[in-house]
């Protein structure tokens, strides 16, 4: 289960910073090529995020910065053996973690592309993300190390899951069974439950039956 584990972690986190890449770069697919998430996307949806560019842009490049920073804090080796920059990195993180989420919230209160329902998925996944964000933070405050690990990666897989949207939406989109607008919620949300279901049994998994200073 590690080997699948790591092997999800590391594509989610290419297929993230690709989207971040994409988003940025404004890659748009050549006319009368139908690609994921949906023509009426490209058209419609990425011009809004011009109406909230300092949003738009704090968002994904933070997004981008999470997803490296995580990568670095979840290795052994580095916390091992330099704690010093562990400990920076970390506020760093959750610093950035907070303006993401919660710039994360705003657009998709904003523009969401898949109107009221993505509203509500948005709304309920931010607020796991931000608790997420500061109960590790406050158990790493309280010296609560494990306690302190298993929040972080509720937080880090929450951030992938929005990666893991971007492949269930690549995936299910050809098959065009709804409209796009409503397939782009159901897998975010979709994403969201399969990444936490699957880092909860993780987390059991790996937890010391005796959990010191927690
Ligand atoms: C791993 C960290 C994250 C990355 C790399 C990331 C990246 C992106 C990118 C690139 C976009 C622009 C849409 C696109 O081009 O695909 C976007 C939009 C968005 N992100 Fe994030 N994001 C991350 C985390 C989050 C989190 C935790 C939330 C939860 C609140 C969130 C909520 C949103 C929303 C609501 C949009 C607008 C979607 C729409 O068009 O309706 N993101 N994100």
Redesign the pocket.
């Known amino acids: 289960m590690k080997k699948f584990i790591e092997i999800s972690v590391a594509f989610l986190s290419v297929v993230?910073i690709v989207?971040?890449v994409?988003?940025l770069f404004q890659v748009a697919p050549p006319q009368g090529m139908a690609l994921p998430p949906g023509s009426e996307w490209f058209a419609e949806?990425l011009p809004r995020?011009k109406e909230h560019p300092i949003l738009e842009h704090v968002?994904?490049l933070l997004?981008?910065f999470?997803?490296l920073a995580a990568l670095i804090q979840f290795q052994p080796a580095v916390r091992a053996r330099y704690i010093g920059v562990h400990r920076i990195l970390g506020r760093l993180f959750v610093i950035s973690g907070l303006v993401?989420?919660a710039s994360?919230?705003m657009?998709?209160m904003l523009?969401?592309?898949?109107g009221s329902p993505?509203r509500i998925v948005?709304a309920a996944?931010?607020g796991l993300?931000l608790y997420s964000l500061l109960r590790a933070f406050y158990h790493v405050r309280h010296k609560q190390i494990q306690r302190h690990r298993e929040w972080m990666m509720r937080c880090f897989s929450?951030?992938?899951g929005?990666?893991g949207n971007?492949v269930l939406d690549g995936l299910l989109y050809p098959l065009q069974l709804i409209p796009d607008r409503d397939l782009?919620w159901i897998t975010l949300l979709l994403a969201w439950v399969i990444c936490l279901s699957a880092t909860e049994v993780w987390i059991r998994k790996t937890r010391p039956q005796f959990r010191p200073g927690s």
Do not use: D, K, S, T
């Open positions: 993230g989207a971040v994409v988003h949806q995020y968002h994904i997004g981008g999470f997803i993401m989420g994360g919230f657009l998709g523009i969401p592309f898949g993505e948005v996944g931010a993300f929450l951030g992938l929005v990666a971007r782009f």
